[in-house]
């Protein structure tokens, strides 16, 4: 079964995330920030994964911490639940229309942690969430992951319709790239013989 189950806990956090990367796209999140909810359940629901994700945070500071915490535990799981990784696609891309945003993103599970970050987000918070802690959670998500992860605007100029449409795409992206080709079920797509 490709989950995983973890914990991690910090003087800033105390976070408990499950993930099942063959999951239905159900998400039940609570981890303090009403923004990082949302979009962590429509990343639930466009990937398809089950996501349970609780985080006791030190909010009342800003969201920082619990952003980037969140981005580590998911890259943590999904580097468990991926394993050596034998039969998976490898790469996934989406091109993702947000209304008037369009977002292109690219996964390489590469076995290197990299965000190449390209967006151009207009205003500084959308409601109490700080937009900059976007590109932490993909940078958090990526490296302990060991993915390359690229996120490009193509257009837009609503911030909440630029990362929620990164956060779609790149779910899509991750979905696509950790699916099972049967084809190549005992293989590791790697001519090195490792990811």
């Given at each position: 079964?490709?989950?995983?189950?973890?914990?991690?806990?910090?003087?800033?956090?105390?976070?408990?995330?499950?993930?099942?990367?063959?999951?239905?796209?159900?998400?039940?999140?609570?981890?303090?920030?009403?923004?990082?909810?949302?979009?962590?359940?429509?990343?639930?629901?466009?990937?398809?994964?089950?996501?349970?994700?609780?985080?006791?945070?030190?909010?009342?500071?800003?969201?920082?911490?619990t952003?980037?915490?969140i981005?580590?535990?998911?890259?943590?799981?999904?580097?468990?639940?991926?394993?050596?990784?034998?039969?998976?696609?490898?790469?996934?891309?989406?091109?993702?229309?947000?209304?008037?945003?369009?977002?292109?993103?690219?996964?390489?599970?590469?076995?290197?942690?990299?965000?190449?970050?390209?967006?151009?987000?207009p205003?500084?918070?959308?409601?109490?969430?700080?937009?900059?802690?976007?590109?932490?959670?993909?940078?958090?998500?990526?490296?302990?992951?060991?993915?390359?992860?690229?996120?490009?605007?193509?257009?837009?100029?609503?911030?909440?319709?630029?990362?929620?449409?990164?956060?779609?795409?790149?779910?899509?992206?991750?979905?696509?790239?950790?699916?099972?080709?049967?084809?190549f079920?005992?293989?590791?797509?790697?001519?090195?013989?490792?990811?």
């Amino acid at each position: 079964m490709r989950s995983c189950e973890l914990s991690r806990r910090t003087a800033e956090t105390g976070i408990r995330l499950r993930l099942d990367l063959d999951g239905t796209g159900v998400g039940h999140i609570d981890s303090g920030c009403g923004f990082l909810d949302h979009m962590l359940t429509l990343f639930a629901r466009h990937g398809r994964f089950d996501l349970d994700v609780t985080c006791q945070g030190d909010t009342h500071v800003d969201g920082h911490h619990t952003v980037e915490d969140i981005g580590i535990c998911l890259g943590d799981a999904f580097a468990q639940a991926l394993g050596e990784k034998r039969g998976v696609v490898r790469y996934g891309s989406t091109l993702l229309p947000m209304d008037e945003a369009l977002i292109l993103t690219a996964v390489d599970l590469s076995g290197r942690g990299m965000l190449c970050y390209d967006l151009h987000i207009p205003t500084q918070k959308v409601g109490s969430f700080d937009t900059e802690l976007a590109e932490e959670f993909f940078i958090a998500l990526a490296r302990r992951g060991e993915m390359t992860i690229h996120i490009r605007q193509l257009a837009g100029n609503n911030s909440h319709h630029i990362i929620e449409g990164a956060f779609k795409s790149l779910a899509r992206s991750l979905a696509a790239a950790s699916a099972i080709d049967e084809r190549f079920a005992q293989e590791i797509p790697s001519t090195k013989g490792v990811l």
